[in-house]
């Protein structure tokens, strides 16, 4: 078939998001189909933007191109999921969080516009109009599924993928040191982290990998751990290459993964493919589908003693360690998350 899977991107960021748009591309034309990527730019601020954006997607045609039939639409995220076409199928990454389990938290600029309100019903009535429109509709995971069914009342059953290159990961004797890759933002809480160093009774060392959403958000990042007097104990590696991240999962004692109501959570998996055990929060949404506590990792409290508590444990029972990393790598395995079961159900 001819396929195009249409998503949103923010120009200059780059994270799970495009990982997993380019990795779907890819897998469709790896079991022999034609396939490209439609990725639509977007901004939501001021408010009224949003619904510009939205108004381009439904204005787009996207049932040829040069002449040629469009046979299915895979849409991935709002607003590109609203693309019209006859034969569309949804696989939702998330819906526009802001608008709906964002609303009114601190990382919702949405409620601070007058009319912002009005925006957030208004995106609310269109999604449980407009989703219908599609054959089917798969959720990224159990937590995107709910949220769904909550919001929109839409019943969307998981499909699991894999991170990236998940066979090329690894695993070697842990080193002093435990990893947090991911893009630098307040949804990530690696601020949280920070605040979770200063507490720890183990001289636990954190090594932070990834760009920061905004450079202003790096900056009070630094700001903290000097402030919290860590030294060397935080260390901000910025942009690293795929071979360097798995070189660090492959060493680290233990992965730092505490994000706020994570969609899913490609480090949750990557972790687990090298063997290594994550903490997260109880609040953190995707990675609690597949962390299992006092199992694979360990699940804290989303506060700087909680947290700490489960970074010492990390830090100081190495043996425990790596044998709850060795049952997260059985685990991954035991799910059998991959590429082919992925595009056999969304083209069956």
């Known amino acids: 078939m001819r396929i195009l899977v249409a998503t949103t991107h923010v120009p200059f960021v780059f994270g799970g998001a495009e990982v997993h748009a380019n990795s779907l591309v890819e897998a469709l ?27 381009a997607c439904r204005l787009l045609d996207l049932t040829e191109s040069n002449g040629v039939k469009v046979d299915r639409v895979i849409g991935l995220k709002f607003p590109a999921y609203h693309v019209p076409h006859p034969n569309k199928i949804l696989w939702v990454l998330h819906q526009y969080r802001t608008a709906f389990d964002l609303w009114n938290t601190p990382e919702c600029d949405l409620a ?7 925006y957030r019903d208004t995106i609310a009535h269109l999604e449980i109009r ?24 839409v019943d969307a059953p998981p499909l699991y993928h894999p991170p990236q290159d998940a066979e090329q990961f690894y695993s070697r004797d842990a080193e002093d040191f435990l990893f947090y890759p ?15 160093l ?29 402030q919290c007097n860590l030294g060397e104990r935080v260390r901000f590696l910025g942009m690293i290459s795929n071979d360097d991240k ?23 998996l990557e972790a687990m493919l090298a063997s290594k055990p994550v903490v997260t929060c109880t609040d953190s949404g995707g990675p609690l ?23 010492d444990r990390l830090w100081k029972e190495r043996a425990w360690a790596r044998e709850a990393g060795v049952k997260g790598r059985r685990r991954i395995d035991e799910l059998g998350i991959n590429w082919p079961n992925v595009v056999s159900t969304l083209l069956q």
């Open 246 to 268: 798995r070189d660090l999962y492959a060493r680290c004692a233990g992965v730092v993964f505490p994000p706020q109501d994570e969609d899913y959570g490609y480090i949750t």
């Open 182 to 196: 991911s893009r630098l933002c307040g949804l990530k809480r690696q601020e949280l982290v920070i605040e979770a």
């Open 198 to 226: 200063a507490r720890t009774r183990q001289p636990v060392v954190v090594h932070f990998a990834g760009k920061p959403d905004n450079p202003a958000f790096l900056e009070k990042l630094r700001r903290r751990a000097k």
């Open 130 to 153: 407009l989703l219908h429109e599609a054959q089917r509709i798969f959720a990224n995971s159990q937590n995107v599924a709910n949220r769904l069914r909550e919001f929109s009342k």
């Open 289 to 311: 589908e597949f962390v299992q506590h006092e199992n694979s990792g360990l699940i804290a409290d989303p506060n700087p003693d909680s947290l700490a508590a489960g970074l």
């Open 29 to 55: 034309r790896r079991t022999g189909h034609e396939a490209e990527l439609v990725s639509i730019p977007f901004r939501w601020y001021p408010p009224e933007k949003i619904l510009d954006h939205l108004l």
């Open 112 to 118: 601070y516009y007058p009319e912002g309100r009005e």
